[in-house]
C-alpha cells in the first residue's frame, strides 16, 4: 500500500527562500495582508486532507473505478469518493482561490497551486472532479454574463455544484474546427443543443447535485472551422430563478470510456438531445472563452504529473532503503544482513534522484508560474499585468508538456525500482505509470504544446517573450558568474542560454522557408526550454542553498537540495546537446519516408 507525506518544507523553500512569494504578493492590493504564516497554514492542513482523507481512497478507487447504470444514465464513483468529497466542500477548498464576490477566500491562486499539487500526489483522479470545475468557474468569471454570474458562480465557488468542459467529438480529436454539435436559437434567448461529446472528464457522477458543462458548439449560420465556434453553458438540471433545481436537462452519459489509467474519475461519452443552454461570450467567439478554461486545465494538468512523480519518488525512496539485494560493487555496505539494501547500487540512486529532480524543479518552475498569474490577474501596474500574462503564456506549454513527459519517466523509474513488485497492483506503482501517462495526451497533446510554444508563443513575435524571460536569466548569470561555488551550476546554464538564441533563430529561418521544420523540431525545441527553466530554478535553488551554509546552516536540507542540483545538471541538463542535435537534423528525414512507412 502506497503513502504520501506533502512536500511542505520543499513548497516553503521555494516560496518564502527562493521566490520571496510573500513580498511579491502583498504589492498587489487584495493580497496586501498576506503573510508567510497564513500561507504556510493553509498548506499545512491541505496537506492533512490530502493524506489523509484522499490518499487512502486512491488504490481501491482505481480497482474499483465509475459505474454507469445505462437505464438511468447516472455515475456511481468509487466508494469513500463523495464522502471525501462532502468534507472538501465543508472545509472550504473548493473556495480557497475565488473571488469574495461570489463566496470565494480570496486566497493566491499560488496557494491554490500548491494545494492541488498535494492533492493529486494524492489521489489523481479523484482530484480531477474539483479540478474541472475550478476551470469552468475561469471561465465563467471571465466571460459570463452578470446573470450567469450571479446564478452560477456561487455554486461553483462553494463546490457545491461541479464543473466541466465539453470539447471534443468522436471525429474531432484536437481538431475542434470539425466539431457538429449544434446549437439553435430560442425565443426566449436560450438554445437548443444537439451532438455528442466524447472523453469528458467528469463527465457524470454522484458526488454533487448539479453539473454545469460547458459545451461548444455551432449556431446555424456559422462560419466553417474554428472561427463558427461558440460557447454554452449546459446544466445537468435546469436551474430555477432561486437556484432551486428543476427538471432534468437532455444531456446524458451514454458511456464510459475503458482506460488505461484514472479509473476513479468518470470519463464520459455525452449526448445531447436539444438540452437547453445559454451562451458564454460572444457569438461564434467560443474558442478564446474556453482557452481561458484551458489554460487553467493545461497547468492543472502539468500539476498532476507533479503531484505523480512526487509520490512515486517518495515511495521508491522508501523501498529502495528496505529493499535487501545483492552487496555493492565496491564491498558490502550492510554487514549486519544477508544483502544490502538496493539504495547502494548507483542505477538506483540514479532513477531516484532523476525523479526527485524532476519534481523539485517542477516545483519551482509550478510556484513561480501561478505567481505570475496572480501578477497577471491583479498586479495594479498595468506593465507588471502584461509583461507577466506573457511570460506565464510561454511558460504554460512548457509546464503541460515538460512535466507531463518527465512524470511519466519518474513514474516509470520508481516502478522499476520496486522491480516485479512494482508491476504488482498492490504496492501502488503500477498505477502512478498508468495515471501518469494520460496527462502527456489530454488538454492537448504535448506534441500540440510544443508548437504552440515554438509556433506560436516564440516565433510569434520574433522571440520577444523569450527574451524577456531570459533577461532574468542574465541578471542571475550577471550576479552569479563571478562566484567560483557557483561555477557548476552557472557555466552550463550561461551556455545553454547562449545557444537558445541561435538555435531559436536557425529553427526560425528553417521554418520561414518550409513550416514543416518547425514541427520537426518543435518537440525537441520544448524540451530544451524545459531545461533551460529548469536550469535557472536549480541555480537559484543552489544559490539559497550555499548562502545559508556560508550562514553557518548545517540542516541537511540544503546539502539535499545542493546534491540533487548538481545531479541534475552533471546528467539530466546535458540532454539539451542531443535534442538541438536532433532538432537542426531537419525535417526530410521525417517527410522523405514514404517508402519506409508504406
Not at 172 to 191: F, N, S, V
Not at 537 to 558: D, I, W
Request: net charge negative; proline share 4%.
Amino acid at each position: 500500500m502506497p503513502t504520501y507525506t506533502p512536500p511542505l518544507r520543499d513548497m516553503q523553500f521555494v516560496m518564502h527562500e527562493v521566490l520571496n512569494v510573500v513580498d511579491e504578493l502583498t504589492s498587489i492590493p487584495r493580497h496586501a495582508d498576506i503573510d508567510a504564516d497564513t500561507l504556510n497554514a493553509v498548506l499545512e492542513e491541505g496537506g492533512k486532507f490530502a493524506s489523509e482523507v484522499i490518499q487512502p481512497i486512491n488504490l481501491s478507487g482505481d480497482s474499483e473505478g465509475c459505474v454507469l447504470d445505462k437505464t438511468t444514465h447516472e455515475v456511481k464513483a468509487p466508494a469513500g469518493f463523495k464522502d471525501a468529497y462532502a468534507k472538501y466542500v465543508e472545509g472550504g477548498w473548493a473556495a480557497l482561490s475565488c473571488d469574495p464576490e461570489y463566496g470565494g477566500q480570496g486566497l493566491p491562486f499560488v496557494v491554490n497551486q500548491c494545494v492541488y499539487e498535494m492533492l493529486n500526489g494524492a489521489n489523481q483522479a479523484w482530484t480531477m472532479y474539483p479540478g474541472l470545475s475550478h476551470g469552468a468557474y475561469e471561465a465563467l468569471h471571465a466571460h459570463g454574463t452578470d446573470e450567469q454570474k450571479k446564478k452560477y458562480l456561487p455554486k461553483l465557488t462553494s463546490g457545491e455544484w461541479t464543473g466541466t468542459m465539453c470539447l471534443t467529438e468522436p471525429h474531432c480529436g484536437t481538431d475542434l474546427g470539425l466539431l457538429r454539435t449544434k446549437a439553435e436559437p430560442q425565443a426566449d434567448g436560450t438554445y437548443k443543443i444537439t451532438g455528442n461529446k466524447i472523453f469528458i472528464s467528469a463527465g457524470e457522477h454522484d458526488m454533487a447535485p448539479n453539473i454545469l458543462h460547458l459545451v461548444l458548439a455551432r449556431l446555424p449560420d456559422a462560419p466553417k472551422g474554428s472561427k463558427g465556434i461558440s460557447l454554452f453553458l449546459v446544466p445537468k438540471f435546469h436551474v430555477n430563478d432561486d437556484c432551486s433545481l428543476g427538471a432534468r436537462n437532455p444531456i446524458f452519459c451514454t458511456g464510459l470510456e475503458h482506460k488505461m489509467g484514472i479509473h476513479g474519475n468518470a470519463t464520459a461519452q455525452l449526448s445531447l438531445d436539444g438540452a437547453v443552454g445559454t451562451l458564454v461570450g460572444e457569438p461564434n467567439k467560443g474558442l478564446p472563452a474556453m482557452f481561458v478554461m484551458m489554460n487553467a486545465a493545461r497547468l492543472g494538468v502539468g500539476n498532476q504529473s507533479l503531484g505523480l512523480t512526487e509520490v512515486a519518488y517518495q515511495n521508491a525512496l522508501a523501498y529502495a532503503k528496505e529493499r535487501l539485494q545483492m552487496r555493492s560493487l565496491s564491498g558490502t555496505k550492510a554487514k549486519d544482513k544477508e544483502a544490502d539494501p538496493i539504495i547502494v547500487h548507483p542505477d538506483v540512486r540514479k532513477m531516484l534522484l532523476t525523479a526527485k529532480a524532476y519534481a523539485e524543479g517542477g516545483r519551482a518552475m509550478s510556484i513561480y508560474t501561478a505567481m505570475l498569474l496572480d501578477k497577471a490577474l491583479y498586479h495594479p501596474d498595468e506593465k507588471v499585468r502584461k509583461d507577466s500574462e506573457e511570460v506565464v503564456g510561454l511558460l504554460t506549454p512548457i509546464i503541460k508538456a515538460f512535466l507531463t513527459d518527465n512524470g511519466f519517466a519518474a513514474t516509470n523509474h520508481a516502478m522499476q525500482v520496486f522491480g516485479g513488485h512494482g508491476y504488482i497492483h498492490e504496492t501502488g506503482m503500477e498505477q502512478f505509470v498508468r495515471d501518469a501517462r494520460i496527462n502527456m495526451i489530454y488538454e492537448g497533446t504535448n506534441t500540440v504544446q510544443s508548437l504552440d510554444l515554438l509556433g506560436r508563443k516564440i516565433l510569434g513575435n520574433q522571440g520577444a517573450t523569450l527574451k524577456k524571460f531570459g533577461k532574468q536569466i542574465e541578471a542571475l548569470i550577471a550576479e552569479e558568474g563571478v562566484n567560483e561555488k557557483m561555477s557548476e551550476f552557472i557555466n552550463p546554464l550561461a551556455y545553454l542560454a547562449d545557444q537558445m538564441t541561435k538555435f531559436t533563430t536557425e529553427i526560425g529561418f528553417k521554418g520561414f522557408v518550409n513550416a514543416d521544420e518547425v514541427g520537426g523540431a518543435s518537440v525537441d525545441y520544448l524540451r530544451v526550454a524545459g531545461h533551460l527553466v529548469f536550469g535557472y530554478f536549480f541555480a537559484r535553488m543552489a544559490s539559497v542553498a550555499l548562502k545559508k551554509q556560508a550562514e553557518g546552516s548545517t540542516n541537511p536540507f540544503y546539502t539535499a537540495k545542493l546534491q540533487t542540483a548538481r545531479f541534475y545538471f552533471a546528467r539530466l541538463f546535458p540532454e539539451t546537446a542531443s535534442l538541438m542535435r536532433t532538432a537542426r537534423s531537419g525535417v526530410a528525414n521525417l517527410l522523405e519516408t514514404d517508402e519506409a512507412l508504406a
